[in-house]
């Protein structure tokens, strides 16, 4: 076959392969690389890669309720209660003391008052803001007076009656002249801090004490500590240090969640929770196997590429 005829086949079947082919990724400096397979649906490799990739969804799916069953018995605390799962049956208990709820409820009144004025100070406030103060001072001059005649007066009664007196007295001068100045809004902050960190104090010691004793109750061995996972759903902000976490890291003696230790943000859902177990432990078995390291899976799988090319661009 004659040399250009050879080149006219060839440039022609270049065009036709480059036909399937779109200008869609960033610049590749190393191969300088343009363009990708067109994967759409539309396209028959675009279908066939997602069935493929529907099936190990399917597949890994089935794996993790799979490792849900084999990790049980294990702990769900969610809200106020603390769930065993353990073979076929779960138990529930109560785990917030009803002290902890009234500590935090009476925290609470001078933090909304804060929060109501924080962006309102050193200007005349609107009477719905005014109206909303005039209730937080009715809670907290009525139950100042219920908590020093109902209650003994112990150090935790007294440490509420200095909290909703202090409240009081902060609301009724900015009720009557409909304003407040940045400073003083801050110095109430600074003065009361005291106050409400010691209702934290309390609240969290009943709190854990509660935990312990559940704990010993259930009184694990060391095999089935070892194996044992506990779920705990908490709110985003609260994450960080969250007193129940750190009871754990204490008890597992471990410095970071994802082992025996997995935590939930903002979820409601004890379904989610469970299955966030399963995925925990697979992509463990999973870690193990491909890196030799347990936590490898618990980072996000391109942070290493991500920091092969940024490093890049700042050689650039």
Known sequence: MPNHLKTKIFTLSTLLFCSTISATLANNSNHNINNKINITKETSVGKTLQSADDFFR????TKVDEKVDKAKPFLLIAN???YLYKSNFITAKTLIPVIYNLLKSVDHIPLAVFVLLDDKTDQILDENTILKLKKLEQFSHKLSDRFEYSYILDD???NQIEILKATSNFCQPIIEKKQI???NLQNFASLITKALMKNADIATANLLENLNSYLQ???FNEQNKKALHVIILTAH???SKQCIYQYFQKYFNETAEGHHIIVLEDSNTDEMAIKLLGKHILDTDIANAFFNDPDRMHKDLLYQAAQKYLGKQNEN
């Open 181 to 183: 100045s940045q400073d």
């Open 80 to 82: 106020d209660k603390i």
């Open 156 to 158: 935790t009664v007294k």
């Open 217 to 219: 109750e259930l009184d």
């Open 58 to 61: 399917e597949i890994y799916a």
């Open 237 to 239: 902000m609260a994450q």
